[in-house]
Structures are given as structure tokens and as C-alpha cells.
């Protein structure tokens, strides 16, 4: 963990296969980095019961919910979370501690998950793609006001064809991404 003297920090929450070390959440990081925030990246996440979700999902929020504690206790100020898929089954956390939120891909096919984002009071950023199973653009534009919703990308946010497309939609998100955080989190 960093721990730049701001008062500002953010948790990175990885998806099930998606690491802190992903596009997504590496420039997210140096993001959050370069405005001089704490940063408390979750690696991995330790799941055990198989394949049984409620498990996994009391898992996930245990873990974000004990990074949040610590950033807290460190910064004195609530964190940013950044979440990544599985990671936004930590969305009832956020919702229970009024904190704000940047989701990648999340599971918006869970309900646990959009009851969460739909009772959330800190405002959230929801980026996601058009042929991703997970997401729900309607339901996100519903949610929030901040949402990116890249056209054909899926659920890691790649799009068919050049590779150079797929840089183009992450820096689409990170362009979100940084305005969030400059005009929402930290204006």
C-alpha cells in the first residue's frame, strides 16, 4: 500500500481472472496514483467452497471490506473503490458505507449486485461493453450519469479487429476514468 499525505486513497479490487496488473485497473492505479492517493491493491482473491457464489461473494466483500477499514484507519478518509467484474460483488459494501465507485464490467446479471448499485448514495462510474454478457447499458444509464459503454467490447473491454481499436476504447474508459475522479471524487 501507498501512503501519499493527501487524505485521498482507493482500493483496486481484482475480477476472477482479470489481476490488479490488467489495463483496466493498472492505469486506473496510476491514475488514482497521479493525484496523489493511497493506493491498496487487492492481488488476488481468496476463495475457497468451489464454485458456490454466495460464498465467493462473502469472500470478496470480505476482503474489500477489510482493505476499506484499513485505508480508512491509514488516510482518515473513506476510499475510493475500483473494482473489476467479480469485485463488484463488494458493491453491497460500497452501498452500506455511502462510498464512492468506479466499476469495470461488473455483474449486473446478479441481483445482489444491482441492489446494491440501485440503493448506492456516493456516486459511481459504471464502464462497460456492448458484447459483454455481464452488462446491462440501460440499466447502467438508470443507475448513474457516469457511464461509458464502449460499442462491441466485451467483457475485458477489447473490441474485434486492430488491436489499436482496443487501445482506443481503453482510453476511452481511462478519459472517463480521470474525469470522474477530477470532477466527482476529487474536484
Same mark, same amino acid.
Given at each position: 500500500?501507498?501512503?501519499?499525505g ?5 482500493v483496486l479490487a *481484482?475480477g476472477g ?5 490488467? *489495463?483496466?485497473?493498472?492505469?486506473a492505479k496510476?491514475?488514482?496514483?497521479r493525484?496523489?492517493?493511497?493506493? &491498496? *491493491?487487492?492481488t488476488? %482473491? ?10 465467493h461473494r462473502?469472500q470478496? #466483500?470480505?476482503?474489500v ?5 484499513e485505508?480508512?484507519a491509514?488516510?482518515?478518509t473513506?476510499p475510493l ?10 458493491a453491497?459494501?460500497?452501498a452500506?458505507?455511502g462510498?464512492?465507485?468506479? %466499476?469495470f464490467t461488473?455483474?449486473m446479471t446478479? #441481483?445482489a449486485?444491482m441492489?446494491a448499485?440501485?440503493?448506492a448514495? $456516493?456516486?459511481f462510474?459504471?464502464?462497460? $461493453?456492448?458484447? !459483454?454478457?455481464f %452488462? !446491462?447499458?440501460?440499466?447502467?444509464r438508470?443507475l448513474?450519469? &457516469?457511464?461509458v459503454?464502449?460499442?462491441?467490447a ?7 479487429g486492430p488491436l489499436?481499436?482496443s487501445a482506443?476504447a481503453? $482510453? ?5 476514468? #480521470? !474525469?470522474?475522479?477530477?470532477q466527482?471524487?476529487?474536484p
Open positions: 500500500m501507498s501512503h501519499p493527501t487524505g485521498r486513497s482507493a *481484482p481472472t482479470y489481476g490488479i496488473d490488467g *489495463p483496466l485497473l493498472m492505469f496510476l491514475a488514482v496514483s493525484r496523489d492517493a493511497a493506493t &491498496h *491493491p487487492i488476488r %482473491w481468496e476463495l475457497s467452497g468451489g464454485n458456490d457464489f454466495a460464498s462473502r470478496v #466483500e470480505a476482503q471490506s477489510a482493505a476499506v477499514d485505508l480508512t491509514a488516510t482518515r473513506p473503490v475500483i473494482a473489476k467484474s467479480l469485485g463488484s460483488l463488494a453491497p459494501v460500497v452500506d458505507r462510498l464512492t465507485a468506479i %466499476w461488473p455483474l446478479d #441481483e449486485t441492489a448499485l440501485r440503493r448514495t $456516493g456516486p462510474l459504471l464502464a462497460g $461493453g456492448t458484447a !459483454d454478457d %452488462w !446491462d447499458g440501460q440499466a447502467a438508470s448513474t450519469p &457516469h457511464v459503454e464502449i460499442e462491441d466485451d467483457h475485458t473491454l477489447f473490441v474485434p489499436s481499436r482506443t481503453l $482510453g476511452q474508459v481511462m478519459t472517463a476514468v #480521470e !474525469d470522474f475522479l477530477d466527482i471524487v476529487w
